[in-house]
């Protein structure tokens, strides 16, 4: 027996399909993580509900070879039935979380076709029992009906996802579940399952199926943790490190042989932009300035926001100087954007840990905010009567 003879018999049906089910318990337990977690309960209920009708249905196939003749038409009815409202209802899910906001799928098309489902099932019913069918005659109904009506929900959901901008593999899902079906009604209907790589593509196509919605979940949830991370140690205006964090970094710093740095920098007449420009304008202000420290630090450093318009960076001494840096911040900044800075600076052989340096800093902030602003100030070349009132 050759493997292609092997994958298209009973046996790679099982093998199959008790892969897919492995697959969906762990888009199960994603889910559940999902809903126990974020605010979106809705979209995530309806992934769960979903996901257990997959389930089943791949559970009716995993148990169809091992019942012989016992397997009934309406058996087939309701796992087909399963499959296409499980379908419907998991690429409604994808759509609303993967689409842009300008085109997120309306929910009316898809509760419209799982319905379409159901009737399309209850009329086969009503057909086969008023006219007493026998049990193929019922069967082939059954390929001619929800079958076909599988194949043409998902061109309709191929044809709502025109012009979204989404995941490569969520659109390539869906081509490999329309090939699906394709395969599945040639190889049921047409050729009466005697063409091996037809049933072939039957059984491994929901594998790569749900393989790539796997994948796309996966990709969701580590998405949404790293957001969640950002969040936790970034400043929601700036983007700078939060205060907590930015200590963290600089101590990492303070631990290198050669040295740290602090550089204070705070925006001039900050509260006259406030009250005569309003919020708007000025917190546009303090996003530039951030991202020009921000960028200035990159590489040998860490910025961060230590309270209104106060910002930071913490610089390794390794191959720069603090005084050019902080230099440079105070030059773009005064010909970037609208306002300037006064900076200080205070490095780690002025003080012993990362909260005296920041101190150190904010003395010689005040110093250049005092005797003129828009300038910089070296905590170490400050006059001695300033620097000997300062505790270190």
Known sequence: MTIITWLAGPNGQIFCSAAVMTILVLMLFMAVRLYASYKNKKIYRLLILSIPLFLLQHAALVYAPYAGGQVRPWMNQAATLLQIVSFI??????????????????????????????VIAAVQVVFVVSNGLTEKAADDLHFLALDFYGLIATFMILLDTRGAELNIKYSASLIVYFVFGLARLAAEYVFRDTVEWLLVLTNLLPVVYFGLLFLLLFEWVIE??????????????????????????????????KGMAIIFCDIDNFKKLNDTQGHH???GVLKQVAEIIKEEASGIGSAGRYGGEELLACISLDKVKAQEVAETIRKRVESETIVTVSVGVGTSKDGASVQDIVKLADQAMYHSKTTGKNKVTLYGKMPKQRSASVPV
Do not use: C, H, W
């Open 89 to 118: 209802i998991i690429n409604f899910v994808f759509l609303k979380l993967y689409a842009q906001r300008s085109v997120r799928p309306r929910g009316l098309p898809f509760v419209f076709m799982t319905v379409t489902a159901f």
């Open 281 to 283: 304008k000025a917190d």
């Open 224 to 257: 949404r943790l790293l957001v969640t991370y950002q969040s936790s140690i970034t400043d929601g205006l700036t983007g700078l490190y939060n205060r907590r964090y930015f200590q963290l970094k600089a101590e990492q710093l303070l631990r290198k042989p």
